[in-house]
C-alpha cells in the first residue's frame, strides 16, 4: 500500500561541483597514475595546483584519459575514456552519456578538465535541491531514514512536470518494481535534519535536467509504494 507524503521543494540552486569529489586522496591517486615522483614531498595545500599542471603538461586528450581512468577505473575500458574525451567539451555531457550509472562520474571528470583547461570546457552545472518530507502516518515513516534513490525519485517525480525526463523515461519503473537507473539519477543525498520521526529534510544533487521542473517553494502530495 501506498505512504503519504507531503513535499516542499525549500530551494533549488546551482553547483558546480559534488561534496565529497577530489579531495587530496583522489589528488594523489591521479598522481599516481600519471607516473608523478616524489608524491610525498608535496603538501596538501599543493596537490590541486600540481593535478592542474601535470593535466595541462599532457595536453587535452591524455589528460581526459588520465581523469576518466582516475573516476572509472577498470569500469570504463581505454576505448571508450579515448573516444570521450571530445565528448566531455560538449554541453552537459553526462545527460548524452548512455550508462546512467556513469554520469556522475563524467561530471567529477568535467569539474577537474574545466578548471585545466577553462577554454575548452564549460562550467559543470548540476542543481541542488533543498526538500523537506513529511509522511503523512507513522507508516511512511521508515523509508525517510535511510532513503533509497528509487524512493525518492518516485517521491520528487509527483511534483514534476509530466514532460520531465523521469516521466518520459521511466514511467512503468515510477509505478513500481525494479528501478535500477534511479541510483544514478540522485548524485548526493545527504540529511540536513529531522524534525521529528515523521518529517526530514534531504539536501540532493543531480543533473539540472532531472530537477529543472521543480521550483522553490512549491508543496504538493506524494504517494509512494
Known sequence: MPNLYAVTIESIKEVHSLPGSWENDALRELLALAEVDDLGDIADADLLDM?????QDL????????????????????GVRQNL???LQEDE????????????????????????FPRRYGTPDALQVIVKVTAQSSAGAPPMQAPQADWLIRLLACGMSEHNIVHRLYADELKAG??????????DCQAVDGDNDNSRTFDLIAAAQLFNSLSPGQAFKASVI
Open 51 to 55: 593535478v592542474l599542471m601535470v593535466l
Open 59 to 78: 595536453g587535452n586528450q591524455k589528460a581526459g584519459e588520465l581523469v576518466l581512468e582516475a573516476v572509472f577505473g577498470d569500469a570504463m575500458r581505454p
Open 85 to 87: 574525451v571530445a565528448d
Open 93 to 116: 555531457p553526462w545527460t548524452d552519456f548512455a550508462e546512467v550509472s556513469q554520469q556522475r562520474g563524467i561530471f567529477v571528470a568535467v569539474c577537474l578538465l574545466q578548471q585545466a
Open 178 to 187: 525494479k528501478f535500477k537507473e534511479a541510483d544514478g539519477l540522485i548524485w
